[in-house]
């Protein structure tokens, strides 16, 4: 994917600076300058070195960030990730385990920033997507690729305050 096949799924997007996840230096506003336009886009994202970031809200996207090095071993941990991957949602393999995209509905907005040790939830502000390049040098990668799910009420109970 690039970020004009991002933005024609509704997907807003950024540029993020090449093998890094922090917005491109020349955004005034960081994710909230997110967008659609195409101008922008193919201005922003000349340079194929350029990672591609997802702004969350705008997309009515939620995603649980699934981070192996922070789970503690915690048996819970895999319980979620195992409900992600059950409920066959968008999902991208990051450098340290798992982004599990889900639609979520505009009044949908008070989500918690993390459900527990290893699983950050992200709903404002913005994810690195593929193909973009993390900073160890790990290569974001969709290993799920279908539209992402709504929201399971189950999840969103755990998810919100």
């Known amino acids: 994917m690039n970020a004009t096949t991002y933005a024609e799924q509704n997907w807003w997007v950024i540029p993020l600076k090449p093998e890094s996840k922090e917005p491109a230096r020349h955004l005034r506003h960081g994710y909230l300058d997110a967008t659609l336009d195409k101008t922008k886009i193919a201005d922003w994202f000349a340079d194929p070195k350029t990672n591609i970031g997802i702004g969350l809200a705008q997309s009515f996207l939620v995603v649980l960030d699934f981070d192996f090095r922070n789970c503690k071993g915690n048996l819970k941990f895999y319980e979620y990730l195992e409900r992600c991957f059950e409920s066959n949602t968008y999902v991208v393999s ?53 539209r992402p799910q709504v929201l399971p009420d189950d999840l969103a109970k755990v998810m919100m305050w």
């Open 94 to 146: 990051t450098a340290d385990g798992y982004h599990c995209y889900y639609h979520t509905a505009p009044e949908h907005n008070n989500f918690k920033g993390k459900l527990m040790d290893g699983i950050d939830i992200k709903h404002k502000g913005y994810v690195a997507a593929p193909p973009s390049i993390h900073p160890s040098g790990f290569q974001y990668t969709v290993v799920n690729d279908v």
